[in-house]
């Protein structure tokens, strides 16, 4: 049956009050009755939503599928988004088509090597505990995004950079790009500084190349396989798709185990379960609700209908990760599941590139936090905390606590 144009529901969706880290409850009718199915956007434009697991699959994985985001059929969610991610010019990796994205994805490839990732253990480990450390000298209530969350992901991703140790302009950078008390002007300050703080650090791994990835793509330019203005472009790229996420992955996790009492009893008594916990809440509080967009490139039949060539396409990951089809039980947080095949971090050619660089740094920082201060709860109540939605990435604000 197709869907009417005048009866289509708006999207993005309301979640349902009081309940921030769930999807909003209609992805589960929509997933249920009509797994690929017609929406409208903010522009009047429709879009194709994707709730099923399964189809979400298939269309992170089909060839057919393109994420070139200057076509006319993508879905912007915002005139704010087009304008700000469509400045510069050059694409980043995320937006590459192959046969592009396949020698792009080769050249970062370098940077994010499994075994090199496990060699920051170690470092990522001590700094954790520095913070912790620091958190339990400090004053009582504090909020975990400046103390924890936010200085984890910039510090670990500096040291893939190459960012010297000493300099912590990337740390002081992150709020200012990220928050909403910026604005569009002070966000797009903020994005000019870092072009401008890249370059500097391009410049110096011209001359003093190192084992890291601006050395890497460096290697790239001087080779003349990539241009000066992509190293920055992917550089930069690295650290929009890196901060926000990590940073909110990680505060929403530990929100999540203060929600659930006994499933962070459950880790502190067996720090064996924290891997498995680390991918049950990327399936569980999904943060990159909206990022996953894509425009066909041939008609496509997924699900019983036709998406025709140029539609607009994003997939509902949030939905995926609830479905009943492949997660029992699929709305309770359950640290001893085993949830890897969560859609977390996308799949097939574009899945995320960071996954075992965030996967470390949850790890520690879930184990660590909840084994060094077990008595750790919110200072607010639940409901008092504001939730962000910048861009793509939803997360909260602050996270005040206690002990
Ligand atoms: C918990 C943290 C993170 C989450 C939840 C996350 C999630 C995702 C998802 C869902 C995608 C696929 C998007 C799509 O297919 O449309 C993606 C792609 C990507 N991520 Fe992450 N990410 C995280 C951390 C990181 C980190 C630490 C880095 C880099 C250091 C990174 C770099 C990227 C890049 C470059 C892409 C695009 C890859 C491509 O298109 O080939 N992410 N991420």
Redesign the pocket.
């Known amino acids: 049956m197709s869907q009417l144009s005048s009866e289509l529901p708006a999207f993005p969706m309301s979640k349902a009050k009081g309940c921030p880290l769930d999807p909003p409850p209609e992805y589960a009718q929509l997933r249920s009755d009509r797994p690929v199915a017609k929406a409208r956007l903010w522009d009047g434009k429709e879009v194709w939503l994707i709730t099923g697991y399964d189809e979400i699959r298939s269309i992170?994985t089909d060839p057919r599928i393109s994420?070139d985001n200057t076509q006319p059929g993508y879905p912007w969610l915002s005139e704010q988004a087009r304008t700000v991610v469509l400045t510069g010019g050059v694409k980043?990796?995320?937006?590459?088509d192959p046969p592009e994205?396949t020698a792009?994805?080769r050249m970062?490839g370098q940077?994010?090597l499994v075994k090199k990732i496990q060699n920051m253990r170690g470092d990522v480990e001590a700094l954790v505990n520095e913070l912790i450390d620091d958190i339990l000298a400090g004053p009582r209530p504090t909020d975990l995004v400046p103390s924890l969350a936010m200085p984890v992901?910039s510090t670990?991703?500096g040291w893939?950079l190459g960012v010297p140790p000493a300099d912590k302009r990337l740390i002081s950078l992150v709020p200012r790009l990220f928050d909403e008390d910026s604005g569009l002007e002070g966000a797009m300050e903020a994005r000019a500084e870092l072009f401008a703080y890249i370059d500097e650090l391009i410049t110096h791994r011209e001359n003093q190349p190192g084992d890291d990835i601006i050395s890497h793509l460096v290697g790239y330019y001087q080779k003349g396989e990539l241009s000066r203005v992509s190293v920055l472009t992917?550089s930069v790229?690295?650290?929009a798709?890196?901060?926000d996420?990590?940073r909110?992955?990680?505060t929403n996790g530990i929100l999540a185990l203060l929600q659930h009492p006994e499933q962070a009893a459950a880790l502190i008594e067996d720090p064996d379960l924290v891997p498995a916990a680390v991918e049950e809440l990327?399936r569980y509080t999904?943060?990159?609700e909206f990022?996953?967009?894509?425009v066909a490139a041939a008609d496509i039949e997924i699900a019983g209908e036709t998406i025709k060539a140029g539609d607009g396409i994003i997939?509902l990951?949030s939905a995926g990760n609830r479905d009943e089809k492949v997660f029992t039980d699929p709305d309770t947080l359950d640290v001893r599941r085993d949830a890897k095949q969560h859609?977390?971090?996308?799949?097939?050619?574009?899945?995320?590139?960071?996954?075992q660089?965030?996967?470390m740094?949850?790890e520690v920082v879930y184990g660590t936090l909840f084994r060094r201060i077990p008595e750790l709860r919110l200072a607010v109540p639940f409901d008092q905390l504001v939730f962000r939605n910048t861009f793509d990435v939803q997360g909260v604000r602050a996270l005040p606590v206690t002990w």
Do not use: D, N, W, Y
């Not at 980043?92 to 590459?96: A, C, I, S």
């Open positions: 992170f994420v980043p990796v995320g937006r590459m994205h792009m994805r970062l940077g994010f992901p670990a991703l893939v992917q790229t690295l650290i798709a890196a901060l996420t990590t909110s992955m990680i990327l999904v943060v990159t990022s996953s967009k894509r997939c990951i859609l977390g971090f996308g799949a097939g050619i574009h899945t995320c590139i960071g996954k660089l965030a996967r740094e949850l």
